[in-house]
């Protein structure tokens, strides 16, 4: 999903989101885009002072090595504008199991 508040896109294991509103760039240099062409397969570009996907979402899907440097980065360089989600497999159960809050 892609509005003008966020972008959203899958990755084999989890997800990306990337919340505009909190996006600082270019003060950060796009630090996220910098990550990704050093650590990831170049599935984002600048355009429009902001990081938007350089690929289709069914490529991003394929291409995105998971590296999670782009949130790392922004993170580090940014305002926190990147959240990846990554579920557990199980965890939900375990926690049921264990009588630990959903
Ligand atoms: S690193 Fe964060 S703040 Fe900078 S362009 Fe990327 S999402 Fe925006």
Known sequence: MTSEKKLEFEFRT????????????????????????????????????????????????RLCNECLGCELDCEFYGNKAIRIELPLFGLNEYRKRMGIPV
């Not at 509103?21 to 002072?49: H, M, N, Q, T």
């Open 14 to 61: 989890g997800k990306v989101i990337i919340d505009y509103d909190k996006c600082i760039a270019p003060e950060c240099g796009f630090a996220c885009v910098k990550a990704d062409r050093l650590y990831g397969r170049s599935v984002l570009k600048i355009e429009g002072s902001r990081p938007i996907l350089s690929v289709s979402r069914e490529e991003a899907k």
